[in-house]
């Protein structure tokens, strides 16, 4: 099985910060990536696919980028909405893995 | 509007079964690949299942054995058989429409083991 590990776990940021969140695989998979937001009593919301393309009606702050190995999230200007848990998920071979999460609290 | 309702969640007893819907609209579930992923109390994602447009299935080794992924064209609708529960399968279940990846996700439905 392909192992997702995502950091950090958490991290606290200010409105109009930048926050990078990474997700390394444990062996290449192209750009099958996936990142999802998920707020409490939500159910995951997708933000970006193939790794840097962005899901209709997402605001463009949010950005993706990496294949193979590495990949990484960005929120450009951090806004009180996006306030949440992140999730990456690979979808290049199954079982499907998702990283361990990454909450963004307010600081 | 395309639209994914679960239900059939509950509250059962260790080595019990129950039967999970999830009906959609506004796209046919069987044109589409559809997964289910749950979510225990607390903890991250765990994807748990796909069924392929072509009938073709894939399951997690936790619930391997024990879960059954299916459709009903006629009814347009998703399912989810788990048999031999165990304390560990309690979980937020929710169901998704799968391009690279589940995209569009229904609100879940709670299950519970518990004796």
């Known amino acids: 099985d392909i192992q997702m590990t995502q950091s950090p776990s958490s991290l606290s940021a200010s409105v109009g910060d930048r926050v990078t969140i990474t997700c390394r695989a444990s062996?290449?998979?192209?750009?099958?990536l996936g990142w999802y937001q998920q707020i409490p009593g939500k159910a995951p919301k997708r933000l970006i696919y193939?790794?840097?393309s962005l899901q209709s009606g997402v605001p463009s702050r949010f950005s993706g980028s990496g294949s193979g190995t590495e990949f990484t999230l960005t929120i450009s200007s951090l806004q009180p909405e996006d306030f949440a848990t992140y999730y990456c998920?690979?979808?290049?071979?199954?079982?499907?893995?998702f990283g361990g999460g990454t909450k963004v609290e307010i600081k | 509007e395309e639209q994914l309702v679960e239900s059939g969640g509950g509250s059962i007893q260790p080595g019990g079964s129950l039967r999970l819907s999830c009906a959609a609209s506004?796209?046919?579930?069987?044109?589409?690949?559809m997964s289910w992923v749950r979510q225990a109390p607390g903890k991250g994602l765990e994807w748990v299942s796909v069924?392929?447009?072509?009938?073709?299935?894939y399951y997690a080794d936790s619930v391997k054995g024990r879960f059954t992924i299916s459709r009903d064209s006629s009814k347009n609708t998703l399912y989810l058989q788990m048999n031999s529960l165990r304390a560990d399968d309690t979980a937020m279940y929710y169901c998704?429409?799968?391009?690279?990846?589940?995209?569009?996700w229904g609100q879940g439905t709670l299950v519970t083991v518990s004796s």
């Open positions: 998704a429409r799968d391009s690279r990846g589940p995209f569009q």
């Open positions: 506004g796209f046919t579930v069987s044109s589409n690949y």
């Open positions: 069924i392929y447009s072509g009938g073709g299935t």
């Open positions: 062996q290449g998979i192209g750009n099958d």
């Open positions: 193939a790794a840097s």
């Open positions: 998920l690979q979808h290049n071979s199954y079982p499907l893995t």
